[in-house]
């Protein structure tokens, strides 16, 4: 009997300390990571004005496998890296200032109910982090990642070598 209390204790305990996990933690150093891509979202673009100006896309080794592969490890995590797009000349676009960066985390256990992702934002120019992603993130980005990412995989991106 002793042993039985014990196990639904230790139980209860993993099922506490899963429903409050910490949020995904700021990505430091990803600007070292591999370069997956970049590009330009015009004012004219329907995501526009958030998304308006420049971007570059980041993956850890666990997240360059699985551009690789196909196959997405736990562990995978991809930064956006949004910028407003500096216009210096007639003919040219700069990188302006940060906007903010989302984050995509792969733990299928985790972020089960979107698809094995979990998604935030950090803002700037304080890297706050923007909890209305965290607590909607199924309908503010896994909805949309399930719907459009092509291959069924919620990665919009592709890696080109």
């Known amino acids: 009997m002793r042993r039985l209390v014990l196990l639904a204790i230790a139980i209860a305990a993993v099922g506490l300390a899963a429903a409050g996990e910490a949020p995904i933690a700021f990505p430091e150093g990803f600007r070292t990571w ?7 979202f015009g004012p004219a673009n329907p995501a526009a004005p958030k998304y308006e100006g420049l971007h570059a896309i980041y993956a850890n080794p666990a997240a360059l496998e699985g551009y690789r592969t196909g196959k997405w490890p736990d562990g995978a995590v991809i930064v956006f890296d949004q910028w407003t797009a500096d216009k210096p000349g007639a003919d040219a676009l ?47 980005c896994g909805g949309c990642h399930a719907a459009k990412a092509p291959g069924g995989d919620h990665v919009f991106s592709t890696f080109k070598d």
């Open 34 to 40: 591999a370069h997956v891509s970049s590009g330009l």
């Open 94 to 140: 700069g990188q302006g200032q940060r906007k903010f960066i989302d984050v995509m985390v792969r733990d299928s256990r985790r972020y089960a109910a979107t698809g094995g992702w979990g998604y935030t934002e950090f803002a700037w120019p304080g890297r706050d982090r923007v909890t209305a992603i965290e607590d909607n993130a199924a309908k503010a």
